[in-house]
């Protein structure tokens, strides 16, 4: 994929809350891939069936039902997607500034059931193309730190942040997997509310610009 490695990147829970994210992967099926490669049709269905069947099980959902996928979605659409399908099913939840997101709302105990089972729907039927899985190639990582560092970073520091402990671009590649990130400098002073009004004004890259061959979606 190019996918930015982020400790907003996957599942977590907080009271009252449960947040997911696009970039949860598929580990084992994209073993050998990374985004210089073009996903055939056959890897497209077979990280589709991977994804659905971890969220299936990440929910508890002895029997998942078959859900027919309507339109693959891009990471920045995931969220506001995902709300809009839950919210129509009664399910209270709301998009994370980087859209690639979402938080539950306070779902009572005796309907938690029936929110697992409205998540695993609405993540089927709006999947993130599996294009987006897969792992940063050397030039997406590129990508990456320059909009780190020309973009993101300045954004951040007209807002008051000095953020002074930016890496060097190899020192940034090198722990890629793990990287700083100045989300986590941001929630030190600022705490939750103030990392979610500086990521929504200095949003992350999206994906859909960096990655070395974007799908074409419907």
Known sequence: MGEVPSSAGSAA?????QR?????GSPGVLDGLDGSAVLTSEQIAQIYQRDVAGQAKSLQIKNPPVVKVVRYVQPREFGQTLVACLNERG????VDPDGAGYSLGDVPKSQEGAANLAQFECFAMYPVHPQYRLPAS???KVRYYEYLVN???????KLGYMLDNVPSESVWIAHFSDPWDP???IMSTAGRDGVKK???ACPRADPATIIEHPPALK
């Open 13 to 17: 829970s907080g009271q009252g809350e």
């Open 151 to 157: 973009v993101q970073v300045p954004c951040l520091r």
């Open 198 to 200: 500086a990521m929504a």
């Open 183 to 185: 989300e986590n400098e």
């Open 138 to 140: 050397s030039k997406e």
């Open 20 to 24: 997911s994210s696009a970039s949860e």
């Open 91 to 94: 399910i209270p939840a709301t």
